[in-house]
């Protein structure tokens, strides 16, 4: 059974719209979950992480949580075609991050 | 200043080879990870050290040994390599270990095509 799961995707949305990703977990016990972007050919980078219910805001993106329901989210407001990426979400649990198979975005201009 | 450096960044070898990647990281971190991720582009856990103390083996088989000679390096030595070992393999480090709300510093990855 997978840890984490996501949409693979891949998500087209026009420039300037909204880009909604979803990602479920199994370990009630998870603490903090990560947004990472990767994009084709190069290593993961940190979007921004989350570790209380609820929503963070940082630039365009917003990360949300909701603990009982196992479920974080990461929206893009005024998607960007730089913003093509896949999006892999991440979660803490035993000294280790478990990542999800990633959502795959594309903006078109 | 690179953060996360592997070298190399490509390697094309045989069946039954041995080869090594070498990780380091310039940040001052305690904890260096070991990631592979498959054609599917999923990304997964092998080892994480922390001070040079091995923390997290994953289920890998043991033809896989890291060797952590200092806090800034973790090494992959691959023995007898198989198909199945092609993949992008990447280093990364934090200050802290997984499980806490650190981010992880990813290096370039490095490449293996096993023919």
């Known amino acids: 059974q997978k840890e984490v799961e996501q949409n693979s995707g891949p998500l087209s949305v026009p420039e300037g719209a909204i880009a909604s990703l979803n990602c479920t977990y199994s370990?009630?016990?998870?603490?903090?979950f990560f947004w990472y972007r990767q994009y084709s050919g190069k290593s993961p980078e940190l979007i921004m992480f989350?570790?209380?219910?609820g929503d963070k805001e940082d630039g365009r993106f917003t990360a949300q949580l909701n603990k009982a329901s196992q479920y974080v989210s990461l929206l893009i407001r005024d998607s960007q075609p730089s913003d093509s990426a896949t999006y892999l979400c991440?979660?803490?649990?035993?000294?280790?991050?478990?990542f999800g198979a990633g959502t795959t975005v594309t903006v078109r201009a | 200043d690179t953060a996360v450096s592997q070298t190399p960044k490509y390697l094309v070898t045989q069946m039954g080879n041995d080869k090594s990647i070498k990780c380091e990281q310039n940040l001052g971190h305690d904890t260096m990870y070991w990631y592979k991720q498959d054609s599917k582009k999923f990304l997964k856990i092998m080892f994480s050290?922390?001070?040079?103390?091995?923390?997290i083996n994953e289920t890998v088989p043991n033809r896989f040994s890291p060797k952590s000679p200092d806090k800034a390096h973790l090494n992959l030595h691959i023995n007898s390599l198989e198909l199945g070992d092609s993949a992008v393999y990447f280093c990364a480090s934090s200050s802290g270990l997984a499980g806490g709300n650190y981010e992880q510093y990813f290096g370039p990855g490095t490449r293996l095509t096993v023919t």
């Open positions: 989350i570790y209380s219910n």
């Open positions: 370990d009630r016990g998870s603490q903090s």
């Open positions: 050290y922390n001070n040079k103390e091995l923390i």
């Open positions: 991440a979660v803490t649990g035993d000294y280790k991050l478990s």
